[in-house]
C-alpha cells in the first residue's frame, strides 16, 4: 500500500524561528491535507493542498504531486504552535496519516 | 460551518458494557468516517459511510459495529471491549466537491477498565 513518511520525527524550536516540515509519498494520490492536533486531541485543518502552493498567515504549504512531497512552512512560531502535524493523503475513501512531526515551541 | 460533534467527549466502560458513541455534521457532507488513535500514533481508519451506505471495513473486531442512521448522523456501537481498545475514537466526515477533503470531530476518550 501507499507509504507516508513525515519528517522531522520531532523539532523543538524558539518562539520566533522558522521551520519547514516534510510529507513524502509513495504513489500517486487524489488529495493531500495537512492537520495540526492540539494537546486535547482535536485536529484541526490547516491545508487541503493536492498540487501547488497555499498561504494561510504565517502557514504556507506547497505539494509537488509529481515528486510526491508536500512541505509545510511555519513562519515566527509561537507556543501555540505546539502539538503533532499530520499529513494524510487519500485514495479513493482511504485515507493514510504519515506517523507526524511532534513540534514544541519553547517561549 | 465547518463543525463535526461527537459525544460524549469522554467514557469509560467495562469489557461487559454496550454504549454507543455519537457524531453527527450539518455540512451536507455525504461521506462519514471513524477513526481510532493510540497514544503518540496517527489516527487509523475503522469505517467509511458513503451515502449511507458501509463502503469500507478496515478488518474491524465485530465488537464495533458502525450505523448511520441518515446522512448526518454515525454511531459506533461497541460491546465487549477489551482495555487494549482504549483509544481517542475521531469522525470526520467529507465534501464531494473538494477531492473528500475530511473535517473532524473533537474525539471521545475511551477507557475500558
Known amino acids: 500500500g501507499i507509504q507516508v513518511e513525515q519528517s522531522p520525527p520531532d523539532l523543538i524550536l524558539q518562539e520566533g524561528a522558522n521551520s519547514t516540515l516534510r510529507c513524502n509519498f509513495s504513489?500517486?494520490?487524489?488529495?493531500l491535507q495537512w492537520f495540526h492536533q492540539n494537546p486535547w486531541g482535536q485536529l484541526i485543518n490547516l491545508f487541503y493542498?493536492?498540487?501547488g502552493t497555499k498561504q494561510n498567515g504565517r502557514l504556507s504549504a506547497t505539494t509537488v504531486a509529481t515528486e510526491r512531497y508536500s512541505l509545510l512552512y511555519i513562519s515566527s512560531s509561537q507556543t501555540t504552535d505546539s502539538g503533532v502535524y499530520f499529513c494524510?493523503?487519500?485514495?479513493?475513501?482511504?485515507?493514510?496519516f504519515g506517523a507526524g512531526t511532534r513540534l514544541f515551541v519553547k517561549a | 460551518d465547518t463543525e463535526v460533534t461527537q459525544t460524549p467527549k469522554h467514557l469509560v466502560m467495562g469489557m461487559t458494557n454496550k454504549k454507543s458513541l455519537k457524531c453527527e455534521q450539518h455540512m451536507g457532507h455525504r461521506a462519514m468516517y471513524w477513526y481510532k488513535q493510540k497514544a503518540k500514533k496517527p489516527p487509523e481508519l475503522m469505517f467509511v459511510?458513503?451515502?449511507?451506505?458501509?463502503?469500507i471495513n478496515e478488518s474491524v473486531p465485530s465488537r464495533f459495529s458502525p450505523e448511520c442512521p441518515n446522512s448526518s448522523l454515525l454511531n459506533l456501537h461497541l460491546h465487549a471491549l477489551q482495555p487494549e481498545d482504549s483509544a481517542l475514537y475521531l469522525c470526520?466526515?467529507?465534501?464531494?466537491?473538494?477531492?473528500?477533503?475530511?473535517?473532524f470531530g473533537p474525539g471521545t476518550r475511551l477507557t475500558v477498565t
Open positions: 493542498i493536492p498540487s
Open positions: 494524510a493523503v487519500v485514495l479513493g475513501f482511504k485515507t493514510i
Open positions: 470526520a466526515s467529507s465534501r464531494p466537491d473538494r477531492g473528500l477533503e475530511q473535517y
Open positions: 459511510y458513503s451515502y449511507e451506505k458501509l463502503s
Open positions: 504513489d500517486s494520490v487524489n488529495n
